[in-house]
């Protein structure tokens, strides 16, 4: 029903900037949030951020202050902005899309490597 395509990663410097996209289409709900989950080597995947359609925002303690996520209602799009990213930003980052009914559908994963 949703189907959902992420761009933006690569490698990047410490210090440096990447923007991901997320880009959903299908059947999109009024009432939804997205975000991102990441996965580095050999660990659990773990939450990055959320917002909400209305735009209310959550944050991981790891990179607030470092990460804006954003979302284009219109474009049925979701951005996250990242600054000053650390050598353990690398992961592959999953963006996810949730109903309100509980429904999750998930991006291919783009790969951030922060190199030092």
């Known amino acids: 029903q949703v189907q959902l395509v992420e761009s933006g990663g690569g490698l990047v410097q410490a210090g440096g900037s990447l923007r991901l996209s997320c880009a959903a289409s299908g059947t999109i709900f009024s009432f939804n949030f997205m975000g991102w989950y990441r996965q580095a080597p050999g660990k659990q995947r773990e939450l990055v951020a959320t917002?909400?359609?209305?735009?209310?925002?959550n944050y991981a303690d790891s990179v607030k202050g470092r990460v804006t996520i954003s979302r284009d209602n219109a474009k049925n799009t979701v951005y996250l902005q990242m600054n000053s990213l650390k050598p353990e930003d690398t992961a592959v980052y999953y963006c996810?899309?949730?109903?309100?009914?509980?429904?999750?559908?998930w991006g291919q994963g783009t790969q951030v490597t922060v190199s030092s």
């Open positions: 917002i909400i359609n209305g735009g209310a925002t």
């Open positions: 996810y899309y949730r109903r309100l009914g509980g429904e999750t559908y």
